[in-house]
């Protein structure tokens, strides 16, 4: 586990007076309880705030979430989708067709940074997800280190660059992590527990499921009728 910038690091002194054999073993000593403090502060007190922050979810049993996330693998060329999860437990996503999704210059930039501007969805489904629900992505979330980067950038080019991006966003901060769409793990397991929230938990819209013959037909406005 990687310790965040700016965490403190406690300086243990030289102790004068000492003859070398004895100034040796008392410097070998200091180390050994630097490293074991650096150590506990890594896993204690210098937690990523986002780390830190999911954790805690598990003691939180209704809305408000103390966390939101995107998660986005849009491609300008293949299309894609992007879902969005925020605090009030709304769950949104956002599917675009092949050609058709906004360009991202960059990997890291989120939708809607896009320099033409987000370009309509070809479909959007909501849904509002309970905290249990929450709770159980959270654990997922933590299981994976989900805001830790572990994918390398590719030296040589690659036929198929495209990425999968996941932000996490707490009070404290965020975290942004990738993964080429072609090689995703940790992603992969975040978009189907995203996806499953969706079907689980959608949000009917008015005429769904409703059979055309039955819809309510549309109004005739007088001197229309044939």
Not at 12 to 24: N, Q, T
Request: proline residues 8%; glycine residues 8%.
């Amino acid at each position: 586990m990687r310790r965040p910038p700016g965490c403190p690091v406690e300086v243990v002194a030289k102790r004068p007076g000492r003859s070398p054999h004895a100034r040796g073993s008392w410097y070998r000593g200091g180390m050994r309880l630097l490293l074991g403090l650096l150590s506990l502060g890594a896993a204690v007190g210098c937690a990523h705030p986002v780390e830190d922050t999911l954790t805690r979810v598990r003691e939180v049993r209704e809305l408000p979430m103390p966390f939101a996330l995107v998660y986005d693998e849009r491609s300008e060329v293949l299309g894609g989708q992007r879902i969005e999860l925020g605090r009030d437990g709304i769950l949104v996503r956002s599917r675009w067709r092949p050609g058709f999704a906004p360009s991202l210059e960059t990997p890291e930039q989120l939708v809607g940074d896009a320099e033409d501007g987000p370009r309509e969805p070809d479909a959007v489904d909501r849904a509002q997800v309970p905290a249990p629900a929450i709770r159980e992505l959270a654990a997922l979330l933590v299981r994976l280190e989900a805001w830790e980067q572990e994918m390398a950038e590719d030296e040589i080019g690659r036929l198929d660059d495209s990425r999968s991006r996941l932000t996490l966003r707490v009070d404290g901060g965020e975290s942004r992590i990738w993964e080429y769409s072609q090689d995703r793990v940790r992603l992969q397991q975040v978009k189907l527990a995203l996806e499953r929230m969706v079907d689980a938990h959608r949000i009917a819209t008015p005429n769904e499921g409703v059979d055309e013959a039955e819809a309510e037909p549309p109004l005739v406005e007088a001197g229309d009728e044939r």
